[in-house]
């Protein structure tokens, strides 16, 4: 073939066609990506709990006390949430453009109970893994201290969008280890990571952009 001329705008190393918005997956194959892999953690960390003795649920059980315990607990973190994208400062700007740019989009338009059944299986399979496996298991070998502190680092390492999300998800990690040692159920940290998770959606989703709109 003959070479044609390229587009002003173009370059030579567009060897691919752009992808067309019907070429890329659709948010519900994405939400229910999200799920499965969110709650996908549950049944791993049983089987990695099995592989070290450590058996994720044994320090959970139900308490509606504890339960109260994990909704008051999340408040604090989703005010510090909001906060942050109310007035962000140096670094925190990215994490607030990542929010607005990428999560907000990405579940727009979904309803309060697919928000609130993918925040229920983060919290779920995310401590049943984090806590109910990791920290133990560091606890055990190296005592509650590094414990918490490591679990709360490879927390972070799991949620590698940008460094300071990084940090700020393993502080995140870091308080909700230390509740878990001092309330001892994995059913506390559960809840306030759900309903954290679930707030955060809804603010960024539901409310913001009508902030933003007015």
């Not at 089987?47 to 994990?70: A, I, K, T, Y």
């Not at 560091?138 to 509650?144: K, Q, R, Y």
């Not at 959606?201 to 539901?206: A, F, I, M, R, T």
């Amino acid at each position: 073939m003959m070479p044609t001329e390229q587009d002003p705008g173009s370059s030579a190393d567009d060897d691919f066609p752009p992808v067309s918005p019907d070429d890329r997956p659709g948010r519900d194959v994405i939400i229910i990506f999200a799920v499965f892999f969110e709650g996908g953690l549950a049944p791993l960390s049983l089987f990695l709990g099995w592989l070290l003795s450590r058996n994720p649920l044994e320090h959970l059980s139900w308490s509606p006390r504890d339960v109260g315990l994990g909704v008051l607990a999340a408040i604090p973190f989703f005010a510090l949430f909001a906060a942050m994208l109310r007035w962000p400062i140096g670094p925190l700007a990215r994490v607030r453009a990542f929010c607005d740019d990428e999560v907000a989009p990405l579940f727009a338009g979904r309803s309060w109970s697919e928000l609130a059944l993918i925040s229920i299986a983060a919290g779920v399979g995310e401590e049943m893994l984090f806590r109910g496996v990791v920290q133990s298991s560091l606890a055990g070998w190296l005592g509650a201290t590094w414990g918490v502190v490591l679990a709360s680092f490879l927390f972070g390492l799991f949620h590698p969008i940008s460094l300071t999300y990084m940090v700020l998800t393993a502080i995140l990690g870091l308080c909700l280890g230390v509740l878990w040692i001092e309330n001892q159920n994995l059913l506390t940290v559960m809840v306030a990571h759900a309903v954290f998770d679930l707030a955060a959606l809804g603010y960024l989703v539901k409310y913001r952009p009508l902030f933003q709109a007015e």
